[in-house]
């Protein structure tokens, strides 16, 4: 029997990215937005990004407390996720970009 894997390139464009985690009972919802890109073709499902600022995102992923996977849908939906988070008790919302003034700025117009 031989391994199969799929390749398949998903549609850039915008894209909203977030990770929950939590350590200790605190729990965080990690969210921003980025732009799909062209890049070399990759095995499995993938998408390139483009960040503004992508060593902020590295350091939010890497001290965490996000452990693995995260997920991605197409659009800027960052400052729903924002507005998500105030229905969830104990969930505390962490924007990357854009960042938590320029979200406030959006949800107040």
Not at 4 to 29: H, N, P
Not at 77 to 92: D, H, I, Q, R, W
Request: contains cysteine; hydrophobic residues 40%; charged residues 20%.
């Amino acid at each position: 029997m031989l391994p199969v894997a799929s390749r398949w390139e998903i549609q850039g464009g915008d894209i909203t990215l977030c990770k929950f985690g939590g350590i200790g009972g605190d729990y965080k919802l990690l969210m921003g937005e980025c732009a799909g890109t062209t890049g070399p073709a990759n095995c499995g499902t993938y998408v390139w990004a483009q960040f503004r600022d992508w060593p902020l995102w590295e350091h939010r992923l890497i001290y965490g407390p996000y452990i693995h996977h995260i997920a991605g849908i197409h659009g800027k939906l960052a400052a729903s996720l924002y507005e998500f988070c105030k229905y969830v008790p104990g969930l505390v919302p962490d924007p990357v970009e854009p960042a938590r003034e320029e979200i406030e700025k959006i949800l107040r117009s």
